[in-house]
C-alpha cells in the first residue's frame, strides 16, 4: 500500500503508475456466495463437474465480482491521511478481457491519469485499471472514478 500523508503528493503523480494491488485468491466459497448474493447461479460459476468438462476448464469467477473486488484493490493502494471521505462515482471503459478461473488470484496495477478539484474540497480522481491473473493474463480493464475529500476546506451551503 502507498501511504501519502497530503492528498497532494498523490495528486502530483498524475501520468504515473501507482503500483499493484495485493493478490485475491479466487476460490469456489467466493464464487458460490457472490451467486447466492446476486442469483446469479449459471453452471458456469456453480457447478463444478459440468464446468470441468466446459469451455473454460474449471468454473469461473463472475465478472461482476472481479469488478466488486476492485473497489478495495484500489483503495488499498490510496491511503491519503488527510482525506475524510472517498465515494466511488462511477466506472468508465470497463472490458472483461479474459475469464479467471476458481483457484487462480488477481491483483490490480493502477495508474493516476487524472485529479481535478472540485468544488468544497472534494478531488476527482481518474484511474486505469488493469486486473490481472497470477499467470499474468489480463483479465480486466477499466477506469475509476472516484472522490476525494479534505475536510478543512469550507462546507457546502445549507438549504
Not at 59 to 65: P, W
Request: proline content about 4%; aromatic content about 6%.
Amino acid at each position: 500500500m502507498s501511504q501519502y500523508a497530503r492528498l497532494s503528493e498523490l495528486t502530483g503523480r498524475v501520468g504515473t503508475h501507482l503500483g499493484h494491488s495485493d493478490w485475491w485468491p479466487i476460490d469456489q466459497d467466493m464464487i458460490d456466495r457472490f451467486a447466492d448474493l446476486t442469483h446469479d447461479r449459471q453452471w458456469l460459476h456453480v457447478d463444478r463437474e459440468r464446468a470441468a468438462a466446459g469451455p473454460f476448464g474449471a468454473t469461473i469467477a463472475h465478472g461482476y465480482l472481479i469488478v466488486s473486488l476492485l473497489a478495495d484493490m484500489v483503495l488499498g493502494m490510496l491511503a491519503v491521511d488527510e482525506v475524510d471521505l472517498i465515494v466511488n462515482k462511477g466506472l468508465d471503459r470497463l472490458r472483461f478481457k479474459a475469464p479467471v478461473r476458481c483457484g487462480d488470484r488477481v491483483r490490480a496495477r493502477v495508474e493516476l491519469v487524472s485529479a481535478t478539484p472540485r468544488v468544497y474540497g472534494y478531488t476527482e480522481l481518474l484511474l486505469g485499471a488493469v486486473v490481472e491473473t497470477g499467470s499474468g493474463t489480463v483479465a480486466m480493464t477499466g477506469q475509476v472514478r472516484m472522490l476525494m475529500h479534505v475536510p478543512e476546506h469550507v462546507p457546502a451551503p445549507t438549504g
